[in-house]
Structure formats: C-alpha cells, structure tokens
C-alpha cells in the first residue's frame, strides 16, 4: 500500500543554518504532497503542497519539489529561525482516494 | 482564517463508557474527516463524510465508532464502548472537496484519555 517515510528526528540546528528534512513515499496513482508542520499544542497547519512531478511548493521560505524519479519531496529552508521550531510532516493523499498518508514526524528544534 | 474547532481539547473518560468529540468545520467545506494519533506514532486516517455519508474509512474504523452531522454546523465522532487503548490525539479536518489535491485543514486536536 501506500506510504511515506521521513527522516527519524529530532533535527537540531542553529539559527540560520539551511534546512532538509527527506521526505520518500510508494504511491499506486499519481499523488498529491504536502507538507504540515504542527506548532506545540496546536493542530496539523498546512505548509506547502505540490500535486504533480517536478511542481515546487513554498510558502514561509520553506520549499519542496515533487521529484517523481526518485518519489521524494524534501523540504528545505534557507536560513531557520528559533521560531520554526515545530514537528513537521510529510503526507500524500493518492489518486481515487480521500485520505492522508502521513510520515512518522520530524522534531525540528532551532537554538538561539 | 477560518479554521476548524474542536471540542474538548481534553477527555478523560472510563474505560467502558461513551464519548463524543465534537467538531465544527470550516463553514463552506463539504469533505470532512477523523485521523487519530497514538502517542509517539503516526497520524492515521479513520473516517471521511460527505453528504451524510462515509466515502471511505479505514480499518481502525470499526463498529464501536460512528460518525454523524446531527445539524448544519457539527460534525461528531462517537466511540460507544471506549478501550485503553482508545487513548489518542483526534484530529478533525475539512476540505472544500474530496479531490486528492484539496489540501485538507485541521483543528487542533482532541486529546482523549481512557483510564
């Protein structure tokens, strides 16, 4: 079935260092992606999306390309605040289907 | 913005006994849907509804949950007998359609805790 894995975290960085979080899925269709990142105590926020190969999402400074070759949808950032600290998520939604698939999560915790 | 509301933000409930997590969506969205997370663990999909009905549900989406739209606002998920294991964060979203490439919206979680 349909999946998606992300890289285990938590990720720790320094204010201003460049960003990846990978992002890899299995799809049967032709998915659409995204990207939620879910600030604490609060709910899953939509951070960018991308419904076909090779469309690049962005929004904040955050982006991602929908890479179809090697069915990935890394999110990159340029330069982290303290600010973006959050766990973020990577989900597919497969043609035919009304549902997420979600990643496992990804902490990100940005130092001062 | 407008977002999706859910309430309570905490039940603490007994094993055993009937809960409802109530949720309002976004006003002009027709797609609405139930993910659960276990603590630690993924996101699941349990649920979607449209028009009156489920479209699709998952196979955590047994005969002790059901879901309903009792009036123009609400959008209800009742678990009648509830388990231990039960005990998760409830995530409520809505979309204006069921299209893959509608992003969905969340609330911000109901987190349910079964002693």
């Known amino acids: 079935g349909d999946s998606v894995t992300q890289m285990e975290g938590p990720v720790t960085l320094s204010e201003e260092a460049f960003l990846t979080i990978n992002c890899t899925y299995t799809a049967t269709g032709y998915p659409s992606l995204f990207w939620y990142v879910q600030y604490p105590g609060e709910g899953l926020q939509l951070l960018l999306k991308a419904t076909k190969a090779d469309d690049k999402g962005s929004n904040k400074g955050f982006e991602a390309t929908y890479r179809k070759e090697t069915t990935s949808f890394h999110l990159e950032k340029g330069s982290v605040q303290v600010s973006d600290s959050a766990v973020y998520f990577c989900a597919l939604s497969d043609s035919g289907t009304y549902k997420y698939i979600f990643g496992t999560g990804t902490r990100l915790k940005v130092l001062a | 913005e407008p977002e999706v509301t859910q309430t309570p933000s905490h039940q603490v409930t007994q094993m055993g006994q009937e809960v409802i997590l109530r949720c309002v969506p976004i006003s002009n969205h027709l797609y609405f849907y139930w993910y659960r997370q276990i603590l630690g663990q993924k996101v699941e999909f349990l649920v979607s509804f449209y028009n009156n009905e489920i479209s699709e549900k998952s196979e955590i989406f047994d005969d002790q949950f059901s879901v309903e739209r009792p009036d123009g606002s609400n959008f209800t998920l009742k678990i009648r007998s509830t388990k231990l294991e039960d005990s998760a964060m409830y995530f409520c979203?809505?979309?204006?359609?069921?299209?893959?490439?509608?992003?969905?919206?969340f609330g911000d979680g109901t987190r349910l805790s079964i002693l």
């Open positions: 979203a809505s979309s204006v359609w069921g299209r893959d490439n509608q992003p969905q919206h």
